[in-house]
């Protein structure tokens, strides 16, 4: 095909986009609006605690108690606060998440290529369009190599359609999209093969999609399977809930015959019982655990995603990129059966052979690449290379024949001024070169070896090949050249620093490390022996791979460490054999072919810096600076997520049961009640802020990374967890009852006995929030590690209990008398019993030897 000529393209310049983008806005399509701070009352208002909140209100309101009435609504603003507050930090956060998943474009500003998040496009912006991108505004192609686009989106056909390149006479548009030989192309369609160059004439709502309204996939609150296990529990908790609020109502109405009383008695249960704090904890910790992911250059686009990431077994990583820096440099050459080092700094070690080989490689780049090997290529130029006797500036490129997976080789074309003579330059994998050149097996043979010779010190490894004829006329494919093989180039890819630790991590987590590349076996295995794979690790290689059924392969694949001369269309199979085996399987992936095997692991990760907008689309997180110890350090913070979230229901399930325990005690047994609703309302207002931010915040065990990934199928409460986690609970109540009785005894006025009661709860509910930051360190250990929010909530806790306790106005509408610096000291010591034992348990080192969390 022609080849794409952009060096005399400068585009718009930085002032013009910028002035641009401030008269047009930006190129996205009108969103939902954010929901305003009244929408978000509206939704609380229809939350059952509100509800149930408002109901005691005006209960106390008929009984004439107005100052608990305005009490409890005073509480309502509070909450209604509280639940905005929450709401908007996770809104914010989802936003951060969408503005960083738009997707890109590669522009030409000020004459350089620069790529932009999609919505920065501005009309008269151009763009470099590339197989496998989606197109981010409406334009026309100035240039059209084999360009062809999947319309489907807007015309609903799914067959790709040819586009050609604008010129003078033709439409500046079509009426519709679809149909071939088109020089428009659209916002949101897809580039499926060659490349083109497109000024942009339409963004946001004036392009074709804007016009019809079509909605673009956003991050969003998906539906997870933790949700749903989540809204089982809290139906199956209501439905208790509300038989043994009835069942209150009922035994206070008959046994003391006041049934407005009894109804407040039951709603007072009913608000102590019903665990509204779950969905909200839910929402809070996927949303912000998405947000804490892509500061470390992750992007969630599923947020299911963030459960998957601690049940990973298996990482299957790309080399190239990934595993390396892909910064390539040419550190060897070998023709006529010689090998010369390059050293850039001196030429004279090169024989003239090696010179030729560079020579060649060089015209058969392209001329604005983008390949990090084309790159390190094209850089040979500025030296002597680029005053050799076969790199001329006046001729010209005429041909390109591009990569293909039949061919993995290329070729250009040039022709010299007079027209007359042609210089054909092919490179390309070994055995591609090797078949241009039509080699016998004897000479296929001897390129193995000295291919194998090279790959085996890390190199990758390119042959090049060159052919030179008088003619007119173009021949349609490379093979139809009589090409000459003329040797081989070697390029360093360096390891990226701190893999080869992240490589250990893994393995301390239980977690394999599989690297997939199209490289050679002997340079695969030198870089699995750097990055610390063993030497020891298997080898799998493409053509083995095809000659494998499903089955050999399941076997093999259980110890195999390294694939190499595998093609992306293989990645799929390597994903559904690992999954057969029972792996969870998170897998790289940057290409279109790579996208049926990212959307079949179980988790796909697209890279951000060099991915297509396909592969992004059909994986589940995008790797943004396409380095393998941000995979690692997304893992670390998924296992933390998913802890935290664990600690904060079971404290939650812990916390509520003295506080129903002591609102249903008292009323079956009829002694003095000692929970009201603002009671209620207050050890609420501690719950929530605790189990939301205190644990959402909090860092990460110190075996986050030594312990084997969790089972899938786990969910948040297993048995031992519930167990442990109401065993908390009742051991609370049991010591609340003591205290409660024992005041009872002691003869002590009601208001004094509540006074007693509500504060060892309140003191117990601290020590629950001390204790459950960690299952495996004690109190006094996890102290050394500080949590703002936590010393916040604990400073304004103590504080509003010494007001509830000590201003008399509080008091009255507490129902309370001043406790006694003995009573305290009863209170404290009594909620530090009540998790000791959990502490003890810790320090033996017997808790939860399987299930840490």
């Known amino acids: ?17 910028d002035e641009k983008l401030r008269r047009e806005g930006y190129n996205e399509l009108p969103a939902d609006r954010q929901r305003s701070i009244f929408c978000i009352i509206g939704e609380v208002v229809h939350e059952p605690m509100f509800l149930l909140l408002v109901a005691s209100g005006l209960i106390y309101f008929l009984l004439g108690d107005i100052s608990e009435g305005l009490m409890l609504m005073s509480f309502v603003v509070l909450v209604i606060g509280i639940t905005v507050y929450q709401e908007r930090k996770t809104e914010r956060a989802l936003e951060a998440l969408r503005n960083l998943s738009s997707p890109r474009a590669l522009v030409i500003r000020d004459g350089m290529q620069k790529r932009i998040a999609g ?51 033709m439409p500046a548009a079509a009426e519709r999209p679809g149909g071939d030989d088109q020089p428009t192309v659209y916002s949101g369609t897809l580039v499926v093969s060659g490349q083109g160059l497109m000024r942009v004439r339409a963004t946001g709502a004036l392009t074709e999609m804007g016009k019809i309204g079509s909605v673009l996939r956003t991050v969003e609150r998906s539906e997870t ?62 949303a912000l655990g998405a947000w804490r992911i892509s500061q470390r250059h992750v992007l969630t686009r599923q947020i299911p995603a963030i459960e998957t990431l601690g049940s990973a077994t298996v990482l299957c990583v790309d080399k190239t990129g990934t595993l390396t820096e892909n910064r390539m440099s040419v550190a060897q050459f070998s023709a006529n059966g010689e090998l010369c080092d390059y050293d850039p700094r001196d030429h004279s070690m090169l024989t003239e052979s090696c010179h030729e080989v560079a020579e060649y490689a060089i015209l058969a780049c392209k001329k604005d690449p983008f390949d990090p090997m084309e790159k390190a290529l094209i850089s040979l130029q500025d030296g002597e290379f680029g005053k050799t006797e076969h790199i ?56 193995a070896g000295r291919v194998d010779t090279m790959a085996a010190s890390g190199l990758r490894v390119l042959g090049v090949a060159r052919a030179s004829f008088s003619l007119t006329g173009l021949p349609d494919k490379q093979h139809d050249f009589p090409f000459a093989f003329i040797g081989l180039i070697g390029f360093a890819d360096p390891v990226r620093p701190q893999v080869a630790e992240a490589v250990k991590e893994c393995s301390a987590a239980g977690i394999r490390v599989i690297m997939i590349t199209g490289d050679y076996p002997q340079t695969a295995l030198n870089i699995a022996r750097q990055i610390g794979l063993g030497d020891g690790t298997v080898c799998i290689t493409g053509p083995e791979l095809d000659a494998m059924d499903d089955s050999t392969l399941q076997v093999r694949i259980r110890s195999a460490g390294v694939f190499a001369r595998v093609v992306p269309e293989q990645k799929l199979r390597i994903v559904n054999a690992l999954k057969a085996t029972g792996e969870v399987v998170a897998m790289t992936g940057d290409g279109v072919n790579d996208a049926p095997a990212l959307k079949s692991a179980d988790i796909g990760i697209a890279m951000g810096g ?22 690692v350090a997304a893992v670390r913070l998924g296992r933390r997520i998913f802890d935290n979230l664990k600690k904060a229901m079971a404290y939650v399930i812990s916390v509520h049961a003295p ?32 189990c939301s931010v205190v644990f959402e915040s909090e860092k990460e065990e110190r075996d986050v990374m030594t312990r084997p990934p969790r089972h899938r199928d786990e969910g948040l409460f297993t048995r031992r967890t519930l167990l442990l986690s109401l065993l908390q609970g009742f051991v609370v109540l049991a010591v609340v009852l003591a205290i409660y009785a024992g005041a009872l005894y002691r003869g002590l006025g009601e208001p004094e006995v509540r006074a007693l009661t509500f504060t060892t709860i309140v003191v117990a509910n601290l020590c629950l929030i001390l204790t459950n930051r960690s299952w495996s360190d004690t109190i006094l250990a996890s102290l050394r590690s500080p949590n703002r929010a936590l010393s916040v909530v604990v400073a304004l806790t103590v504080i509003c209990l010494l007001l509830v306790l000590y201003i008399p106005a509080l008091q009255e ?20 019993l009540s998790v000791l034992w959990f502490e003890l348990l810790k320090y033996a080192g017997r808790a939860l030897p399987q299930d840490r969390r």
């Not at 095909?1 to 986009?17: C, F, H, K, Q």
């Not at 129903?660 to 609420?684: D, N, R, T, Y």
């Open 1 to 17: 095909m022609p080849a794409l000529d952009i060096s005399a393209v400068t585009g718009l310049s930085a002032s013009e986009a």
């Open 119 to 169: 919505r920065e496009v501005v009309t008269g912006d151009v763009v470099i369009l590339c197989e496998g991108d989606r197109v981010p505004a409406d334009g026309l192609l100035l240039i059209a190599n084999n360009v062809s686009a999947d319309e489907s989106l807007l015309t609903g056909e799914s067959v790709p359609v040819r586009k050609i390149a604008w010129a003078d006479g």
């Open 225 to 286: 399977r933790l949700k749903r296990e989540i809204d089982r529990i809290v139906r199956v908790i209501a439905l208790i809930g509300l038989s043994l609020c009835a069942i209150i109502v009922i035994v206070y109405g008959l046994t003391r015959y006041n049934w407005i009383e009894g109804f407040l008695a039951g709603i007072t249960l009913a608000m102590a019982i019903l665990p509204e704090e779950f969905p909200v904890v839910l929402t809070i910790f996927l």
């Open 392 to 447: 001329h500036k006046d001729w010209n490129l005429v041909q390109e024949y591009p990569l293909s997976p039949e061919l993995l080789a290329m070729s250009n074309v040039w022709r010299s001024p007079d027209g007359d003579r042609f210089v054909i330059a092919a490179k390309g994998a070994p055995e591609a070169i090797a078949d241009l050149c039509h080699l016998d097996a004897a000479a296929q043979l001897d390129l």
């Open 610 to 631: 060099r991915g297509t907008d396909v592969a992004r689309e059909a994986s589940s997180l995008v790797l943004l600076d396409d380095n393998f110890t941000s995979i």
């Open 659 to 690: 506080i129903a325990g002591m609102s249903l005690i008292p009323v079956l047994f009829g002694m003095p009640l000692v929970l009201l609703p603002v009671h209620i309302v207050f050890l609420e207002l501690i719950i929530d802020p605790t």
């Open 813 to 832: 509408l507490f129902r309370f008398s001043p406790l006694s610096l003995s009573d305290v000291g009863i209170c404290v010591a009594g909620g530090v």
